[in-house]
């Protein structure tokens, strides 16, 4: 009975050491997937047992979890709020409350950066300790993809509709569906299946019910950006649309080529005419001079010569 009491004794000494002064209110490891410029809270509620109320003896630490060492971030010690030697961080973090020792040791981080991407601790102590650690990972939106076809879109010809978007966080996913309608989103008609690439989408054996708008969304964690591709169904042998221009080029040109062709034969044949042919002007020479013998000799009269010269007009 002695050692019964002895024990019974030693438990009533030990009680005050076996309450939880220190409670921190929140579950497990906490994992946050985020945008690079955002900002977030880290929250770190607690509660104190009623006799351990007050900030006096009360230590609040964030540390950045490393592999291979820990650095304190800002810390809450003798009512006084101190920051660590991190560059840059000073400026972007701060604690929620006026007071942490108003049982909210949340901090908040602004403007996140890729090199935030970390495991950050908060640890209470008053008469005992507590934890909660938070692991970030500060990630980038997809780009904007581009959108493209890789073949001619004939009846029962085979395309592939082809989605890209280049770099930024991984892992993404591509998603295609076709644009209007009453279908629902996602929908694809029959004939469609997941290309050669991550981004692509084949479509077999083309008829009218391809024809239209597709739409490629590209997403991950944080984010997501779209782009889309229109197909017009043709019959064989249709140029298409996009072969009007030429078309339409090639016979302009044919048609100029013709006018100046017509244009310099035209001009050789008026510049020869000038050159080889006169009008027929009639013309009268008449030695009229007094006393011009002629020299016609003996025969002729002596009183004047008469010659008539004239000029046959050019034949059309």
């Known amino acids: 009975m002695a050692g019964r009491g002895t024990v019974q004794l030693l438990l009533l000494s030990l009680m005050p050491a076996l309450l939880v002064a220190v409670r921190i209110n929140a579950k497990g490891q906490q994992m946050l997937y985020l945008t690079q410029g955002d900002s977030v809270k880290l929250g770190c509620p607690y509660v104190l047992e009623p006799e351990d109320n007050g900030p006096e003896h009360l230590d609040i630490m964030w540390t950045l979890l490393n592999s291979d060492h820990r650095q304190p971030l800002l810390t809450y010690q003798g009512q006084q709020v101190r920051y660590g030697s991190i560059p840059g961080l000073q400026q972007r973090l701060q604690f929620v409350a006026e007071d942490p020792s108003l049982h909210d040791a949340s901090v908040y981080l602004a403007n996140l950066q890729p090199s935030d991407s970390a495991s950050y601790e908060c640890r209470v102590k008053k008469t005992t300790v507590d934890t909660h650690i938070i692991t970030i990972k500060v990630l980038e939106g997809p780009a904007a993809p581009q959108c493209w076809v890789d073949g001619e879109p004939v009846i029962d010809q085979d395309i592939v509709l082809r989605c890209y978007s280049d ?14 309608g009453e279908s629902a989103a996602g929908w694809l008609p029959t004939g469609t299946l997941q290309g050669p690439g991550p981004g692509d989408l084949t479509i077999k054996s083309l008829s009218q019910e391809h024809s239209g708008t597709y739409c490629c969304r590209v997403s991950n964690r944080v984010g997501s950006s779209q782009c889309m591709v229109h197909i017009a169904v043709s019959q ?41 042919c006169h009008p027929g002007v009639p013309l009268d020479i008449r030695d009229s001079a007094a006393g011009t013998p002629c020299r016609g000799g003996p025969l002729h009269s002596c009183h004047g010569c008469s010659h008539n010269v004239s000029y046959t007009p050019c034949q059309k």
């Open 167 to 180: 770099g930024r966080t991984l892992p993404i996913s591509y998603q295609w569906s076709k644009v209007g």
């Open 236 to 276: 064989p042998g249709y140029s298409g649309p996009k072969n009007v221009g030429i078309i339409v080029g090639s016979v302009l040109g044919a048609l100029f080529l013709l006018i100046l062709l017509l244009s310099l034969l035209w001009a050789l044949l008026w510049y020869c005419r000038r050159r080889h």
